[in-house]
């Protein structure tokens, strides 16, 4: 009996250590930490991005006109406390304030015309970063009565065209096409700039008031123009002539840029604006009667009604990268041909183009 008992026994326990054996291996292996010290690895700690500050005041200059109009949703964003950073906007009407500003660091990013973005790396020894181009073509050739279709119309005609870029932009175009540009009392050229007012807002009411009947504006004024007369015509538009004679895209007019220190010290922040101002980008091309009205709002142009026909033909982008350095070095390259001065003497180095970091 003693015997039949004790192997009652043993095939109990065998059954017990056949089921754990079992159910040993059934269990998933689990990773060995002796030590207990990895950590959890719900996040790659590695790649984790550095929060944004939303308590640093991120200084911030656009300048009146097209170059602005691009930030005015990120304006109103933050007007009516929906920013993600603490910005001090300020609208300004000169652009050599600007870049004052940059220089003496009291202002962490602007909007700028391309070449005076340019000029200012070259004064201060590459201080200031392109962070995107937000603004390509935004010059036309106006016409009242002269019947121009094409640049060998404009033989011996004079032109009116403000200083500095879009004369520089204008000569290049006639060139290209085989005109021979000269000053007011040259006898030799083919066609005459006239850089005779002082300001682009002289030369847009004298187109207007029919004084001049040939001018290169830039938008908004040929709206305010065109509304003002309806006699004058858009002749040409320079940015599809451009893009004839020069590699697509690069007659890029207009940028924001930051201080290099800023963006060293900030880059989280930095990254935190791009994103913003993308999306202030698209909603005014999207929303352009909404964005307009925010235009106005924020003291970039005064009547939303003329920025809302405006806009959409001001070619406003958001460019980066490589793209970005593509068009502004082949922009560059080709004004330092015209006037090398307009870019501050020479070409910015590759710092001037801000990598995202």
């Known amino acids: 009996?003693?015997?039949?008992?004790?192997?009652?026994?043993?095939?109990?326990?065998?059954?017990?250590?056949?089921?754990?054996?079992?159910?040993?291996?059934?269990?998933?292996e689990q990773p060995q930490d002796p030590d207990n010290s990895n950590p959890p690895d719900d996040t790659d700690n590695e790649n984790e991005q550095p929060s944004v500050d939303?308590?640093?005041?991120?200084?911030?200059?656009?300048?009146?006109?097209?170059?602005?109009?691009s930030?005015?949703?990120?304006?109103?964003?933050?007007?009516?406390?929906?920013?993600?950073?603490?910005?001090?906007?300020?609208?300004?009407?000169?652009?050599?304030?600007?870049?004052?500003?940059?220089?003496?660091?009291?202002?962490?990013?602007a909007a700028l015309p391309t070449n005076a973005a340019?000029?200012?790396?070259?004064?201060?020894?590459?201080?200031?970063?392109?962070?995107t181009i937000n603004t390509q073509g935004v010059l036309y050739l106006l016409d009242n009565g002269n019947n121009i279709t094409s640049f060998e119309d404009l033989k011996g005609k004079t032109v009116a065209a403000p200083a500095q870029n879009p004369t520089f932009i204008f000569q290049y175009l006639c060139e290209k096409n085989g005109l021979k540009v000269g000053k007011v009392g040259d006898t030799d050229a083919d066609v005459i700039i006239d850089n005779g007012f002082t300001s682009p807002a002289e030369l847009q009411s004298n187109v207007a008031a029919g004084n001049v009947t040939l001018a290169v504006l830039p938008e908004p004024m040929v709206t305010i123009t065109k509304s003002a007369n309806?006699?004058?015509?858009?002749?040409?538009?320079?940015?599809?002539?451009?893009?004839?004679?020069?590699?697509?895209?690069?007659?890029?007019?207009?940028?924001?840029?930051?201080?290099?220190?800023?963006?060293?010290?900030?880059?989280a922040e930095v990254a935190a604006f791009l994103k913003e101002y993308e999306a202030s980008v698209n909603f005014l091309m999207s929303n352009v009667s909404e964005a307009a009205e925010?235009?106005?709002?924020?003291?970039?142009?005064?009547?939303?009604?003329?920025?809302?026909?405006?806009?959409p033909n001001c070619n406003i982008c958001y460019m980066t990268g490589e793209e970005m350095k593509n068009a502004m070095t082949s922009f560059l390259t080709i004004m330092m041909g015209v006037q090398p001065n307009s870019i501050g003497g020479k070409l910015p180095g590759d710092d001037f183009y801000y990598v995202v970091k």
């Open 1 to 28: 009996m003693k015997r039949k008992n004790v192997f009652v026994r043993m095939i109990a326990l065998l059954l017990v250590l056949a089921t754990a054996a079992m159910l040993f291996a059934c269990t998933p």
């Open 54 to 69: 939303t308590s640093l005041q991120v200084n911030v200059t656009v300048l009146s006109g097209t170059t602005g109009f």
């Open 71 to 109: 930030m005015a949703p990120l304006m109103q964003s933050h007007a009516e406390g929906k920013a993600t950073l603490n910005y001090n906007f300020k609208v300004e009407a000169d652009a050599t304030n600007v870049n004052a500003a940059l220089i003496n660091g009291t202002v962490d990013i």
């Open 294 to 311: 925010m235009v106005a709002a924020q003291g970039i142009f005064a009547k939303a009604a003329v920025a809302a026909k405006a806009i």
């Open 118 to 131: 340019s000029v200012v790396y070259n004064k201060t020894g590459g201080a200031i970063q392109i962070l």
């Open 230 to 267: 309806a006699d004058v015509k858009v002749a040409m538009d320079l940015t599809a002539e451009w893009n004839k004679v020069s590699p697509e895209n690069s007659l890029v007019q207009g940028c924001i840029v930051v201080r290099k220190e800023f963006a060293e010290q900030h880059p």
